[in-house]
């Protein structure tokens, strides 16, 4: 069945056919047969660009009806969206609303703990070096006190004295503390290591204890701190804050254990100290007493927990420098009595009075007495270090006991010659009854 198109190239034939019926020039039949090869070629590209458009529709429609599909999807995706911002926004609302609670409940809370911080004491993360330096000056300070009052001679009263003085030692039932009853620098050294020894077990024993804190308790903090090192360091805080609080009650109690501490000392030492010497001994003891007090309660505000110890083992102290006369002080391979001894120190003590190997026994270097506690972390499995403390070794006594044992011997050998002039007088005095001139006659 023909087209339009080719109904239309019929007609339009049949009018230039006519027109050719009634030409009678060949040059025109000519011209209409171009025209008509010319429209045949016209409706060809005609043709081709209507292929081409029909085409081109068929992919937009196919294109139309994916582009509608994913409207459709989108649309069901803003419907989904629309109702998760609605549920999202309900969801916002609850928490701005719990947030605010929250943030009330926070601030009662933060009230509170403003409230409670009154009754703590912020403990201070302490620096290895700051405790060190602390316990080293403390203990410079208290052997400077007994080199003053102790490096000079005794007069022969006193002497006599401390003939039968037993210093303190910190090793119980210890009988190797040797002190000579002479004015020799051994045995100055002695007593002055044995002054020092009395007031650290004085500060010990009184002074080197929370305030008002019974022992037993004290030792269970201590196992505490151990276990739980940070409620110990939160009930340490607490009481030191209440301890504050109570401000006349910690001053009597230090004053308590500050006079306590200076009568132990004054009554262990009172043979050596010259009576002339004992008040104002007394009152720079007392100040020194006072000073550990308040350094002492500078160590228990440290985060860890400090305590002292006189029983750690010999590998926890080092040598106590020994006092040297001036001529003597000067001497490279003397310490000076007021230094705490570095490994330097030590070495250079350990050179000047460590007794010949001939002469050196296998127990040369056993404690004696410790002198100045060690200053130890209570907490063992703690990272921050122990500061080692002072001790009177076995091999520093040798020549004291080397005088005290000649001292025996003049005593033994003087009593024996008293023994012996005494038996001596005894026949004369018989003899005398049978000589001219006596009275008496058997």
Known sequence: MANNDDIEVFVQFMTYWRKLSNSKSAESAENITNELVRLRERHQENCTIINRFTEDNVKLSKRTGAADEEMKRLQGEVERLQVELTRNKKDLADAKRKAKDCDQRLGEEAEKVKQLEQYRVNLVVESGDDVSERWIELWKMINQLATDYFSDDLDPDTLQGARGWKPSTSEEGSTNFPSPATNSKEAKQMRIIAVDTAIALALMEHIFWPVGIEREFSEALSDLACLSPDMESFHRSSYLAVIDKMEDYQNETVDRA???????????????????????????????????????????????????????????????????????????????????????????????????????????????????????????????????????VSYQTSEAEEQVRREKRRTSRGESKEDENTNISRPMAKIGKFLPGSTNSS
């Open 258 to 392: 500050v006079k306590a501490a200076r009568k132990e000392i004054l009554s262990s030492i009172s043979q050596i100290l010259p009576e002339a010497k004992t008040k104002d001994f007394g009152n720079r003891l007392e100040h020194v007493c006072k000073v550990a007090a308040r350094e002492w309660r500078i160590f228990q505000q440290y985060k860890e927990r400090y305590e002292v110890d006189t029983a750690a083992g010999e590998n926890s102290y080092r040598p106590v420098p020994l006092w040297q006369p001036a001529a003597e002080a000067s001497s490279p391979r003397t310490n000076g009595a007021a230094r705490h001894p570095t490994s330097d120190d030590t070495r250079s003590n350990q050179s000047a009075e460590r007794p010949s190997p001939s002469r050196r026994k296998s127990k040369s270097s056993a404690v004696v007495t410790c002198v100045w506690p060690m200053l130890k972390v209570a907490n063992t499995s703690s990272s921050v270090p122990n500061i080692p403390g002072l001790a009177l």
